[in-house]
């Protein structure tokens, strides 16, 4: 199978990652990253696999298959157009848009499902398969491996726990401009590390002001990694505010605070004022309702953390080519071919 990776911005990375991971290990499997230099100018895999910033060269690979965590791809690819989302964050509006550049969706557990099937009932021009999120395959296999980092890392500040603040980009939503001297406070009164994490989308004012901030206080440490997922990993709490990284971490069994979510259904601890998060920051870390609540999260947002996650939509992927063989290119109204050919460019056909 001729598979396109479509990597319009950067957190789409290792998202996808996981899959190509998955059909390597097949020769009968050629793979293609799309890299859209715009928004990735420096693309961290590089000298690892095999990509393009070319639309043409996309076409030119003739893919059958063409796996995105974004809202948008070129219609006129050929292949199969598979959304496989770019998180969890299931109270963003646009997380339900239908925009019909894909054929199926393959979604994250039942809750999406229920979603999308409705969905799919009414606009009639795409299926739905519920196969678990790429990134989960990575975080089984993952799971320990920064143990000794975090070890480390809390032995030299000499700290016994680490606390990850990620908040979300969008200048409506994000905390970023309410929350830093409540995280001074937390890090003076707590025995913990924070570690400091943005999304790549974050306004530059933002993140050189919290990069001065980790530069003038001894216990908070300015992230520059682009996979968020890793520090998730080594940490204890969260703190966010409407970001879809928080039910990643939920999925992890571990407490998560937020200020201000637009969420209404609230599986965490929610704060509505910034001089509430060190009272917020001892119960979370033992409210029994929080640990039956992330419980419904693991059951109905994704449950398949078996590590077989990308198996099983490549086998999907095979099955919708079984069924209905390879599209020739998506049929859309003239808005969104438009919208397509504006971001990504013509092709010579």
């Known amino acids: 199978m001729r598979i396109i990776l479509f990597c319009e911005n950067k957190y789409a990375i290792d998202i996808l990652y996981p899959i ?3 059909a390597v290990q097949s020769p009968d499997n ?31 690979f003739s893919p059958e298959a063409t796996f995105v965590p974004g809202n948008i791809v070129p219609y006129y690819l050929p292949g199969v157009k598979i959304q496989v989302f770019h998180g969890y964050a299931a109270e963003k509006k646009d997380h339900w848009v239908i925009r019909r550049y894909f054929d199926t969706y393959f979604t994250q557990g039942p809750f999406f499902t229920k979603g999308f099937s409705t969905l799919a009932k009414k606009y ?12 989960q395959d990575w975080i089984k ?14 032995a030299e500040h000499k700290k016994s ?21 409540a995280l001074v406070d937390l890090v003076h009164k707590k025995d913990i ?6 999304h790549p989308l974050t306004k530059q004012e933002w993140i050189d002001e919290y990069k001065q901030l980790a530069e003038s206080e001894e216990h908070i440490v300015w992230i520059d990694d682009f996979n968020v997922t890793k520090y998730q990993l080594m940490s ?7 970001s879809s990284t928080i039910y990643e971490f939920l999925l992890l069994d571990r407490p998560v605070i937020t200020l201000r979510t ?22 979370a870390l033992y409210d029994e309702g929080a640990i039956k609540k992330r419980q419904w999260i693991k059951n109905n947002y994704d449950p398949y953390l078996d590590g077989n996650v990308c198996k099983r939509m490549l086998d999907a992927t095979a099955d919708y080519i079984n069924r209905h063989g390879v599209p020739k290119k998506r049929k859309l109204n003239l808005w969104r071919r438009y919208t397509s050919i504006k971001e990504f460019g013509r092709i010579k056909r």
């Not at 799309?34 to 076409?59: A, C, D, G, R, W």
């Not at 590390?193 to 943005?198: P, Q, V």
């Not at 637009?262 to 119960?283: C, G, H, K, V």
């Open 20 to 22: 190509y991971q998955e």
């Open 30 to 60: 050629k793979i293609l990253w799309y890299v859209h230099q715009k928004k990735i100018p420096l693309f961290p895999l590089s000298e690892e696999v095999p990509y393009t910033n070319n639309i043409q060269e996309v076409y030119d």
């Open 124 to 135: 009639k021009d795409f299926e739905v398969v519920e196969t678990g999120w790429p990134k």
């Open 141 to 154: 296999k993952h799971l320990h491996s920064f143990d000794t980092e975090k070890a480390d890392l809390l």
């Open 161 to 181: 726990q680490v606390v990850l603040y990620a908040p979300t980009f969008s200048p409506s939503l994000t905390s970023l401009p309410h929350i830093k001297e």
């Open 193 to 198: 590390i924070l570690l400091l994490k943005f």
């Open 236 to 242: 204890d709490v969260m703190i966010s505010d409407t």
């Open 262 to 283: 637009i969420s209404t259904d609230i599986y965490w601890t929610n704060i509505t004022e910034p001089d509430q998060l060190s009272d917020a920051f001892e119960t």
